[in-house]
């Protein structure tokens, strides 16, 4: 019952150390594993938001900008020999009590709470927080111009992960447009979350405060990791190519260098880097004597605008994109590299994805029923832990490298290639020889026009194979044949061929 502010105070602070000490006393459990430990950081992350929610109330309440607590204090002082005011609260309590027995409890179960089992939500991927799921920015990457070259194969996941930090990557041109910055804005969203999820007691409000208040000023200062010119395409003081022109006084002498290296030069000065090698090497020796301002505009690449082009707002414009690049960056890769932060996790994520390749679709479908099983269990921390694997050994039934002496054992260190499945490296015996039976090599025997049959066992060459099938097909050739022209006759004068007649003496029929 709380009718006054008074009332209402203590039963404020009371809530507050109630909360206060099961937090002391959850902090005192032993926990076994991960999720247990994910969950006690969720519980104590609600306490201290209801515990937040009280004392703001309470701030409210000694404010008393309205002085009703003032009022409620002066209630209270009154003539010693007059007890109205007493016995109206008394009659005011046994009224409260009459109407509302259920209200009358007993003290809350602590237990109960400290058992609590908040929900926090992970995709499949995210193993219950432990690792990182980027397959959905992964795809957004390589299906984007700054993540899509016409030259270069689309990485792999594993390769995405472990280059997520290196933005120097990505061409200058694409690093300050609009889809680009939207591309980095949903990853620090989704690492932003994904932190909360994981380290609900943790904030990133200092970080970012520190980052922030450093950030300004490098970034004015030129001092921004790939922003050293602050988006206006050429780094300040330093006039023509990164390259030093000096030591060069003909195109055929920048010819020399090769296509890879002046096609680098001219992308650091944001000009086109296409054309023949003679045309990059023209391209760049005209920046020996003539500054970038002043080169003609058809010379740089798409979305580059010169300086000497550029008017005030869209200098500013640019910049103000540039800056906005710049910090999404730094956020990132601040999360990223940290170990107190997401540091430790993408490590471990790695190591999830190198485990999932060398293991069979059987194996994961096991894994993840297995995990569903386990869901409401409590995992130990040698689960949980990745396994440091320098040897890359495969993986036994319980996920972790077999012995070195059985990878021996097995001849697990064996290599055996196979020409006829297209060049298909097979490590082991074993799995070299269930091989022969397996659906690639069959349907390459089959392109061969090759049956494959006993008589190919161990055959990985095509020429061999090829030669092998051919001398078959000269022997099955119509021609006097031994076992069917030859003639044999008993002792009643039955006639048969020498197979036949061979067959019935085996079995004893003459």
């Known amino acids: 019952m709380a009718t006054t502010l008074l009332e209402q105070t203590r039963a404020g602070h009371e809530e507050a150390e109630r909360l206060e000490r099961l937090i002391v006393k959850d902090f005192r459990n032993e926990l076994k594993g991960h999720k247990e430990r994910l969950q006690q950081s969720h519980r104590v992350r609600d306490m201290l938001d209801i515990m937040q929610e009280r004392a703001k109330k309470l701030a409210v309440i000694y404010q008393d900008e309205d002085n009703s607590r003032k009022d409620d204090i002066a209630s209270l002082k009154v003539d010693p020999g007059d007890f109205k005011v007493f016995y109206d609260r008394v009659k005011d309590l046994k009224d409260y009590y009459r109407n509302r027995p259920i209200e009358v409890t007993e003290a809350e179960n602590d237990e109960l709470a400290l058992r609590e089992e908040p929900k926090v939500d992970f995709s499949g991927e995210e193993g219950q927080g432990r690792f990182l799921d980027l397959h959905e920015h992964y795809h957004t990457f390589i299906n984007s111009k700054f993540g899509h070259s016409k030259e270069q194969a689309p990485k792999e996941y594993q390769e995405y992960v472990r280059t997520l930090t290196d933005f120097a990557q990505i061409p200058r041109q694409h690093r300050i447009s609009r889809p680009y910055r939207q591309y980095l804005q949903d990853i620090l969203t989704y690492l932003e979350q994904f932190h909360d999820r994981t380290n609900p007691l943790g904030s990133l409000t200092k970080v970012y405060s520190k980052l922030g208040f450093d950030f300004d000023s490098s970034f004015e200062e030129g001092q921004v990791p790939g922003w050293e010119d602050r988006g206006a395409g050429q780094v300040p003081g330093q006039q023509g190519s990164p390259m030093d022109l000096q030591a060069f006084d003909t195109v055929e002498e ?161 290599e055996f290639e196979c020409e006829i499945c297209g060049g298909i490296t097979y490590w082991g015996r074993r799995a070299f020889e269930r091989h022969f039976r397996e659906y690639r090599h069959q349907a390459s025997m089959r392109v061969l026009g090759i049956p494959n049959t006993k008589n190919f066992y161990e055959i990985t060459k095509v020429a061999d194979a090829q030669k092998l099938w051919k001398n078959i097909q000269d022997r099955e050739k119509p021609g006097h044949k031994v076992e069917v022209d030859e003639e044999y006759e008993d002792a009643d004068g039955n006639v048969y061929n020498r197979k036949t007649y061979e067959d019935l003496r085996r079995q004893g029929l003459i």
């Open 254 to 414: 920048l010819e020399s260098l090769g296509a890879d290296a002046l096609k680098d030069s001219l992308a650091k000065l944001g000009l086109k880097c296409g054309g023949t090698l003679r045309q990059r090497a023209e391209r760049l020796m005209l920046t020996k004597t003539t500054p970038l301002d002043k080169l003609d505009r058809k010379l740089f690449a798409k979305g580059v605008i010169p300086a000497a082009s550029q008017d005030s707002e869209q200098a500013a414009k640019q910049k103000a994109a540039a800056k906005e690049a710049a910090l999404l960056e730094c956020k990132i890769r601040q999360l990223l590299q940290d170990k107190d932060l997401l540091g430790k996790v993408v490590t471990d994520t790695l190591g999830n994805i190198e485990k999932k390749q060398a293991r069979t679709y059987e194996e994961l479908q096991a894994e993840q029923m297995e995990a569903e099983e386990e869901a409401a269990a409590s995992d130990s921390d040698e689960e949980d832990d990745f396994i440091y694997n320098p040897l890359k050994l495969p993986l036994g039934w319980d996920g972790k490298p077999i012995p070195y002496w059985l990878y021996k054992l097995h001849g697990l260190n064996q």
